[in-house]
Structures are given as structure tokens and as C-alpha cells.
């Protein structure tokens, strides 16, 4: 009896290890989304941000200043207390708040472009197990069909009316479809475990058999929407922010005003207490240092900002046009081979079946009709992929959102 519990408790153990959840495309990219540690980065860096903007509207807070000396027996014969305050130039508060505004604005696009790497990463990946397994199940049943006609060809050399060349054939197509399931077995656990961390799931992970992605805009909608990707936005924000610094480091550069109101008081000869009062202004006297060097280097960072601006604009719309291009020869390409290729090779091996029954056709042209649709059919499946890679890589560069455009 304890013997059997523990076999009962050892099978419940291993079943719910092997439990498995099945993702379907969105949810498989919103958790992905859910799970990002940079996306939550990202996050504290907009809190940043904004308490940095908050910062930027305060006045700097005085400065106090106490002196005091003593006398003979211990009495204090002088003393001096000043209380100063840095005042903000003209624009000067402005011009950094402003700066804030852009900086705060970069950290959003910035969370912005990592959803959107986060999402096509997601994406990714669910294309690759989605048709891993596919293709484990197409391997599956040619293995199948290959097996029933391996059967055939044992009962006919047993009959005696072929020889052993025909099922030492089917045996090395055999061999060769069950390594390369094998292959893409090992191929989809690797998947999985990439799956395992992008989501942080530690269930075995299986995505479902519906996996269909929005057909592309025409090419000039596309573009525009490649207008409005996040890195684009990002760089004229932080273009922005750096036109800002350089607003405050010509109002900082001359002078920098402070107010200050003191008392003194000291004791006389004559055992009477003075006391002054006033008020005045300070400043910095740029005699040997301009600041003109700084002046310089920051417009020499507003220039590499709008080179990167500028830069990847470019970059955009031709990545936008070769992939279109490439996307629509890939799909042309799939639909010949289709028509042509594919249903023509499974017509042959359908009607070749048939005249092998009637026995008008001889086991190896079978073979042969077999083969030649099995290769045709992994080479579909190859293509298949390939385009719907393309399709992503095309939606990707137009920067268009998997969870708010869907098909």
C-alpha cells in the first residue's frame, strides 16, 4: 500500500512538472510586455525625470553664515550673521524647466522604443515556435506515410515480388525525416527555454495553431508611420533638451547675481555694543573663463543629435523600402512555388498512389513521387517562414504596434 502512494505521488509529481500553458499571439506578447525588467527601468526613469522637472521650477535654497569670536573673560566681542540667495537670471528658470520638459520627453520615448523592441522580440520568438511546430508535425506525418509504405514494400519482399533495394530505400528516407524531427526537437526546447526567460514563466511553454499578423499599409502610409517611430521621436526630444543647456549656458555665462542681508555686531573699547545692518549684491567676474569651450562642446552635441536625427530618418525610410520590396518577391515567390512546385509534386504523388494500387506503377516511382513531395513540402515550409519573417521585419521597421493594429 505505501509502495503504490508513492508511485500515485511520484506520477502526480512529474505531471504537474510537465504542466504546459499555450499562448496565443497577443497574450504571448502582453505578458512579454508585463515580464520586461527594462521596461520597468524605464518606468523609474520617467519618475526621475519628473521630479526633476519639478526641480527645476525651485529657487535654490540660502545660504546662512554665523561668525562670532570670543573676548577677554569669555565674552563674545564680535559676532556676524548673513543670510544670501542665489537669484535666477532672466529666462534662466524658463530655459530649464524647458530643458526638464524635453529630458522627461526623451525618457517616455525611450519607454516607448523598448516596448517596441520588447513586442517584435516577443513576436519573434512566437514566429519561430509557431512553425518549429509546424514543422514538427509536417516531419511527423511524412514519417507516417513513409512507414505505411514501408510496410507494403516488407509484405511484397516477403511475396517475392520485389527485392530489399525498395525498403532499404524507404528506410534511409526514414532515418533522415526522423533526424531531422529530432533536430527540430532539440531546436524547440532551446525556443522554449529563450521563452521561459522573455516571459519568466518556468511552465513549458506551447503556442497555439492560429498565428496570423496584419497585412502591411501600402508603402507611403508605411513611411509615414516610420515618421512617428519612437527612436525618431526620441532624438528630436533629446535634440531639444540639448538646444535647452546651451540656452542656459549663454545665460550663465557672464555673471551669476546673488542677494545677501548681514548684521554685525562687535564690542567697543569702551564696553558699548555696535551694530551694523545691509544688504548687497555679488557676483562672479568672468575675467579668465567665458565658458566659451562649453558654448562650443554643446553645439558640437546639438550637431551629433541632429546627424542621429537626421541619420535615422534615413535610415528608416530605406529600411522601410527594401523591406516592402523583399516582402512582396518573397510573397510572389511563395505563391508560384506554391502553385507550381508544391500542388504539382502532390498531384504526381496522388495520382502515382493510385496507379501503384492498380499496379500500374512500380514501388520505386512511388518512392520516387514521394520523396520528390516530401522535399517540396519542407522547401514550402522553409519559404512559408522566411515570408512571414520578412512581414515582421517590414512591420517592425515602420515601428507599426503589434497590439493596436491587429489583423
Known amino acids: ?20 500553458h499555450e499562448y496565443r499571439f497577443t497574450p504571448f506578447i502582453q505578458q512579454a510586455l508585463h515580464a520586461s525588467f527594462s521596461l520597468q527601468e524605464d518606468a523609474a526613469q520617467i519618475a526621475y525625470e519628473q521630479a526633476t522637472l519639478l526641480e527645476s521650477t525651485l529657487w535654490e535654497n540660502p545660504n546662512v553664515e554665523l561668525g562670532f569670536s570670543d573676548g577677554l573673560n569669555n565674552a563674545i566681542e564680535y559676532n556676524h550673521l548673513e543670510i544670501s540667495q542665489k537669484v535666477p537670471l532672466w529666462n534662466e528658470m524658463r530655459s530649464n524647466k524647458n530643458r526638464a520638459k524635453a529630458t522627461l520627453k526623451s525618457a517616455t520615448f525611450s519607454k516607448k522604443n523598448t516596448a517596441l523592441e520588447v513586442q517584435y522580440r516577443a513576436a519573434f520568438l512566437f514566429h ?15 514519417i507516417n506515410e513513409a512507414n505505411s509504405l514501408k510496410r507494403i514494400a516488407a509484405s511484397r519482399e516477403l511475396a517475392g515480388d520485389i527485392s530489399g533495394l525498395e525498403r532499404s530505400r524507404i528506410d534511409i528516407l526514414t532515418t533522415e525525416l526522423t533526424m531531422q524531427q529530432e533536430q ?58 540639448s538646444q535647452h543647456k546651451l540656452d542656459l549656458l549663454k545665460i550663465r555665462r557672464y555673471f551669476l547675481p546673488e542677494l545677501y542681508l548681514y548684521q554685525e555686531r562687535s564690542l567697543e573699547t569702551d564696553t558699548t555694543v555696535k551694530t551694523d545692518y545691509g544688504f548687497g549684491i555679488r557676483t562672479t567676474i568672468p575675467l579668465w573663463n567665458t565658458q566659451q569651450y562649453r558654448l562650443e562642446m554643446q553645439r558640437a552635441a546639438i550637431l551629433k543629435k541632429r546627424i542621429q536625427k537626421d541619420a535615422f530618418r534615413y535610415r528608416v525610410r530605406k529600411n522601410i523600402t527594401a523591406q516592402y520590396a523583399l516582402y512582396l518577391q518573397n510573397k510572389t515567390y511563395l505563391h508560384t512555388y506554391t502553385t507550381g512546385l508544391l500542388e504539382s509534386s502532390k498531384t504526381l ?18 518512392l520516387d513521387a514521394q520523396n520528390l513531395y516530401f522535399q517540396n513540402q519542407l522547401k514550402h515550409h522553409d519559404l512559408t517562414v522566411r515570408s512571414y519573417r520578412y512581414h515582421l521585419q517590414l512591420l517592425h521597421s515602420a515601428a507599426v504596434d503589434l497590439l493596436k493594429d491587429p489583423s
Do not use: C, W
Not at 129 to 137: E, G
Not at 349 to 366: A, D, N, P, V
Open 128 to 142: 519561430e515556435l509557431y512553425f518549429s511546430q509546424q514543422k514538427h508535425t509536417l516531419l511527423q506525418q511524412q
Open 1 to 20: 500500500m505505501r509502495t503504490t502512494f508513492l508511485v500515485l505521488l511520484l506520477h502526480v509529481t512529474l505531471m504537474a512538472a510537465q504542466q504546459q
Open 349 to 366: 504523388y496522388e495520382i502515382t498512389t493510385r496507379s501503384f494500387k492498380l499496379g500500374e506503377k512500380s514501388l520505386l516511382e512511388l
Open 184 to 241: 527540430e526537437k532539440l531546436r524547440y526546447l532551446t525556443l522554449q527555454y529563450q521563452a521561459q526567460m522573455l516571459l519568466k514563466s518556468s511552465e513549458a511553454i506551447t503556442v497555439s495553431n492560429t498565428f496570423k499578423l496584419p497585412q502591411p499599409p501600402q508603402p507611403d502610409v508605411l513611411h509615414l508611420l516610420g515618421e512617428h517611430h519612437p527612436l525618431h521621436n526620441l532624438y528630436t526630444a533629446q535634440l531639444k533638451a
